[in-house]
């Protein structure tokens, strides 16, 4: 079973930046599709980044192109989101996720795995 857990949330003032971690264990495939997703009051739960772990394949939203960075080391089984250039409008749930398989997968109901989330929020 995969077990996920997410950390690095916080409170930060717009401009600012912060980094989430997501660590995972129990990993019984090759490769997997990971992804950061985000769930504001009030609204769906969207999509912010993603990576194939078995390729070169990664996935931005249009929203934080240029802003968040998605990576993955491997050695210790992590996967992070840099955010830099924060906006009041990234304020969210963030959740992490896996889902095994051959390529990269954009939306939530195609992964299997979710960590408990980590709060970020953004004051203008």
């Known amino acids: 079973q995969v077990q996920l857990v997410e950390s690095g949330g916080g409170s930060v003032q717009a401009g600012g930046s912060l980094r989430l971690s997501c660590a995972a264990s129990g990993y019984t495939y090759s490769s997997y599709s990971m992804g950061w997703f985000r769930q504001a009051p009030g609204k769906e739960r969207e999509g912010v980044a993603a990576?194939?772990?078995?390729?070169?394949?990664?996935y931005y939203a249009d929203s934080v192109k240029g802003r968040f960075t998605i990576s993955l080391d491997n050695a210790k089984n992590t996967m992070y989101l840099q955010m830099n250039s924060l906006k009041p409008e990234d304020t969210a749930m963030y959740y992490c996720?896996?889902?095994?398989?051959?390529?990269?997968?954009?939306?939530?109901?195609?992964?299997?795995?979710w960590g408990q989330g980590t709060q970020v929020t953004v004051s203008s």
């Open positions: 996720a896996a889902a095994p398989g051959w390529y990269l997968r954009k939306r939530d109901t195609q992964y299997d795995y």
């Open positions: 990576l194939y772990t078995g390729g070169s394949a990664i």
